[in-house]
């Protein structure tokens, strides 16, 4: 029997690293940028068959904020949403619902320094699009999120690994770096 690849849900920041192809560091000193680990990622997906990236259908709207993308005459984004290395997850009522309760768990939500992270609505889709889709891993550039992992619980019982996309391949492990960095 084969085994399912292994899926990892991205965030819009990280959609949008790859369309725009930032140069921006990666965070922790770590080599490359944004784009290159992104890449890597979709190596891992498009030619290895290692992985699926999850997303959520919120996506194929909110990575239209560069001017560049949403004026063109040409649909650049859809080509990045094609293929069968791409799963496309719904904002299904029980997605719209995981969401809310996220955005309402203040007291749930606390980081190491006593923070409470508040998720945008925005956010707390794609939050919750890893967490009911029970995906490997969600990964985001946003500083915010990336301070919540192993503190949601996904439908199968645990806990969602929440990290930046993978530099060579490998992901990158979030717990080797202080948190308030």
């Known amino acids: 029997m084969v085994a399912s690849p ?4 991205w965030d819009a920041c990280a959609w949008i690293a790859l369309i725009q192809k930032e140069r921006i560091p990666l965070i922790n000193g770590a080599a490359g ?21 999850g ?11 560069n001017p560049d993308i949403r004026d ?7 080509k990045y949403f094609e293929g069968d290395h791409i799963l496309l997850i719904p904002v ?4 719209g619902v995981r969401a809310r309760d996220l955005i309402r768990a203040q007291a749930a939500l606390k980081v190491a320094d006593e923070t409470v992270i508040i998720p945008k609505p925005q956010d707390a889709i794609h939050l919750a699009t890893a967490l009911v889709s029970n995906a490997d891993e969600l990964n985001t550039f946003d500083g915010d999120l ?3 992992t192993g503190k949601l619980i996904k439908d199968d019982g645990n806990a969602l690994k929440i990290c930046q996309p993978s530099e060579g391949g490998a992901p990158m492990d979030l717990f080797t770096r202080k948190i308030d960095e």
Request: aromatic share 2%; net charge positive; with cysteine.
């Open 33 to 53: 940028t944004r784009y290159s680990a992104c890449m890597a990622v979709i190596d891992l997906a498009q030619n290895q068959r290692k992985i699926e990236i």
């Open 55 to 65: 997303v959520s259908g919120l996506c194929l709207a909110e990575v239209c904020k």
């Open 146 to 148: 990336l301070k919540l």
């Open 6 to 9: 292994k899926c990892i849900c």
């Open 92 to 95: 299904d009522r029980l997605v």
């Open 72 to 78: 063109s005459t040409d649909d650049v984004v859809a």
